[in-house]
């Protein structure tokens, strides 16, 4: 039982707190987490360390410097952006740690730019039953494409989309014998059996299936297992330094065997240096280095703006998915509620800059872009299209 005395002086303490914010003419609610009179706080749960170290780097850079650019011209609805990014090592069970933690506290409104598919397996029942909206999942995973995530919003196309677009792109090159590389964790295994999808439609051939390890370790004996298979390209289900470490191996064999990834898969080009030749990706998003589209230039002027840098196309991706979350906070209004900023981004049509467009659907899944294309890395290690 709560003492009379106390009880009341922290009613009247309340009271006074609410008249001040009345009288203060702040319409915000004291009940909505992550939200004050004057900042909302975005919280995100990705790699700063580890295997996928320079992708994760280069999402929170893109991320503030977005923030940065919105601030400095008053934030929304008076309110500044706030970015709680906490670091997971690309590990599912610390990502869920995380993101308990922020969620247990009321720390955070939203969360945006989950980097994996194991971490946002992981986190993705407690934010859907929290009510949590996320925005900009970084996985194309299909197993989270649900009709019942109401609160998760998918920016980016499926990994099925972006498999099945190269193995087209290989049957038209003539290449029919195929060998597939894949990360041994929930994200290798789940674009495995996407290409397996993607191969059986095309009657294109899988000579061999080899499974890397997330730390590559083993990225010396896949190497010789490709080139054993005399597999006349390569699908990489790949990304971090172990595909880097395997790229390193097939190359330093002495082969110029053709590899195409996801567009998530190259993310460490300073360590793959000159040896991007025969290396493609598909493309969700411009490549972050070419100035030819006036969005990437758009980004770079946000990022230098911010005194931010990154190594890594990931940077422009959660840019991007600053940009929708800030579109959705606005259309939700000053009164923010996290259904209020759900409903927001459900009714969101044609939101652009430039050569992006984000629309989301009426009913779930949520997801705001389709398109799909394919680059090629040049000897200076630039993906061109």
């Not at 925005?135 to 920016?155: C, K, M, N, W, Y």
Request: with cysteine; charged share 20%; glycine share 10%.
């Amino acid at each position: 039982m709560i003492a009379r005395r106390p009880f009341l002086i922290q009613l009247g303490r309340a009271a006074a707190a609410g008249v001040a914010t009345a009288s203060a003419g702040r319409a915000w609610s004291a009940a909505t987490p992550g939200v004050s009179a004057d900042a909302v706080t975005i919280g995100a749960s990705v790699g700063l360390t580890g295997a996928t170290a320079v992708g994760g780097q280069g999402h929170v850079a893109g991320i503030r410097a977005a923030f940065d650019e919105i601030n400095r011209a008053g934030g929304i609805h008076g309110r500044m952006l706030r970015l709680d990014a906490r670091d997971d090592a690309y590990d599912p069970k610390r990502s869920l740690q995380n993101v308990t933690a922020m969620v247990e506290s009321g720390s955070v409104f939203a969360l945006m730019s989950m980097v994996g598919t194991g971490s946002n397996l992981a986190t993705n029942p407690m934010t859907e039953a929290a009510g949590v909206p996320v925005v900009g999942p970084i996985t194309g995973a299909e197993s989270l494409r649900r009709a019942d995530q109401r609160f998760t919003f998918h920016v980016r196309p499926s990994y099925y989309d972006e498999v099945a677009y190269m193995v087209t792109q290989f049957v038209q090159m003539g290449h029919r014998d195929l060998a597939v590389v894949f990360l041994d964790n929930a994200f290798g295994k789940e674009i495995l059996g996407y290409t397996k999808r993607a191969f059986a439609e095309a009657k294109v051939r899988a000579l061999a299936e080899v499974s890397l390890a997330g730390d590559g370790k083993n990225a010396a004996d896949c190497a010789d297992q490709v080139l054993r298979s005399k597999a006349g390209a390569v699908i990489l289900a790949t990304t971090g330094a172990a595909n880097t470490d395997f790229v390193l191996a097939v190359r330093s064999r002495g082969s110029s065997l053709p590899m195409v990834g996801l567009s998530l898969t190259f993310n460490d080009g300073q360590r793959l240096g000159k040896n991007t030749a025969g290396l493609a990706s598909t493309l969700v998003f411009p490549p972050f280095k070419s100035d030819k589209y006036a969005i990437i230039r758009r980004f770079w002027a946000s990022m230098h703006a911010a005194k931010q840098t990154s190594q890594a196309n990931s940077a422009i991706e959660s840019w991007w998915n600053a940009q929708v979350l800030a579109q959705g906070l606005r259309r939700a209004g000053r009164d923010l509620t996290r259904e209020r900023f759900r409903a927001g981004l459900v009714g969101m049509r044609d939101f652009g800059m430039d050569e992006l467009l984000v629309s989301f659907p009426d009913k779930a899944p949520y997801v705001g872009m389709k398109q799909v294309s394919l680059g090629v890395f040049s000897p200076d290690g630039i993906l061109r299209t």
